[in-house]
């Protein structure tokens, strides 16, 4: 072995150490970090996507950015987004989540194997300007005379330059140092042709790929052997790109070389063509790679999970029953049951009793369900479900959009789910408070009794003492309650109640912020006289 590989050798098993250090270091706490959701989200954005994908307002209505942050354990931008994609595409299959659930087990119960993979995603790290997909999605400009031109003037111009400098005459070093300038004025103009970043991050993904591949674990095999069919076709881009991976080693301790001699260009436009033909296969091996990551990453989430965590049991018919669910953006999270078979339940109380995180809990759970095969709570038993709600619809100045169309649009999404072959689960807070009383019970009650006529699971928050009459035939009727005390002010219990709330503590909330007393007795006086109305 020669002196350089022996240093080669030292270095590397020295970095290694250090890396696996920061891992065993991050895997004892949660992981925090920045997260850019634009940069996140362009995989999914680019995907196709499914019946049961998750809509943009389901996601957000139920916080979900949050929950991805305390979920997320990922080094690369592969594993970032696979896992961003996984909660946005719930399965609808038992068997493929109960094998992300063996694989999540197997992370936690085999600590060798989760590091060494651990270590490939950390040496694949972060595309920090997305370069890679960037690359994907737009048109890549193929030139083949390009390829022959920076050939010639990165190549073999330098060549002949340097052999008539050392036999002839030293001045012809002045002629290299005028081309040197040239191609450094063509990398400018090109570097955001070729995306040489993606075709960086291109190089550490096959990397990534080949290494875990090398992996002697039978219980990895399906990754493997997809990897393996992935990587036949794109032997050609995988040598075409193992200089620019060289050239970027050790923080691009090489790049000034390729900026003289046009090495990433040369690179580029010698197999742009080859990854325009397998951009589908790429950005397979993209997922693959991240998917795997993102696995790794509930495994560690789990792991150091204080709550309840339980596997969900999948049935047929179209209820839900969960015991002890928690939320998990809550610390110290009070635990609620629910058991619902007949369709629907409506949900009353006031203002920060626990109605709308109950139902973000609940929308949560089964997305966790249904992506990573585990459940916060002590008991689980549902469907595959639809998953849409219309808890936070907001109005839209910059396209014309009132509040009112925006809960129009927002529930009719709820409408059309229901075509649908699976059962929808659908989270609805407060209907159409962006119109009158009157117009706003009518259509709430006809609304509320066609969901709850086909196949779903509505939990519908509502003040509407009027809509809750109505609904006493279609619906089961549960409430948070809270208590006001003039000294101390608001308490509540976050439990969940059979019944109806009958509490009005609303105008004692005033009282307790120290409203003026004409006000608040104006306010009681006021509510006798409307509530002898109804």
Known sequence: MNIGKMILNTLNKFLSKRVLRLIRNDNNKDFDKARDFKKIRKFFNMSPKTDYTLDNQTWDDLDMNKVYEKLDRTYSSSGEAALYSMLRNPLMEEVKVKERGSLIKLFNEDSRLRERLQCIFFNLNNDFKNGFLDMIENDLKINKTKYYIYTFMGKIIPLIITLLAIFINMKFMIALFVLSYINIEINKREVRTIKTNGIFYLRKNIVAAKRIVSIDNKDINYYKEKIICLLKPIKGIDRGTRLIGFINMWAGLFEPLSVLFLLEETAYYSISDKIKEEKQVLIDLYYTVGELEALISISGYKHYLTEQCVKPKFTKNISLNIVGGIHPLIENAIGNSINIENGGIVLTGTNMSGKSTFLRM????????????????????????????????????????????????????????????????????????????????????????????????????????????????????YYFSEKVDREKGLSFDYKIKKGISQTRNAIKLLEYMCYPKKITDEAYKRAEIIEKLL
């Open 362 to 477: 609940l929308g949560v759970n089964i997305i966790l369900a249904q992506s990573f095969y585990l459940v916060l709570a002590k008991e689980y038993n549902a469907p595959f479900f639809n998953i849409v709600s219309s808890i936070s619809p907001s109005d839209d100045l910059t396209k014309g959009k009132s509040f009112f169309m925006a809960e129009v649009e927002s529930v009719l999404r709820i409408i059309k789910a229901l075509e649908k072959d699976a059962p929808v689960f659908c989270p609805i807070d407060e209907l159409f408070r962006g119109t009158n009383p009157i117009e706003r019970i009518s259509m709430s009650a006809g609304i509320l009794t066609y969901i709850n006529n086909g196949k779903s699971i509505s939990i519908v928050a509502t003040h509407d003492k009027d809509l809750v009459d109505i609904l006493k035939e279609n619906y089961e009727f």
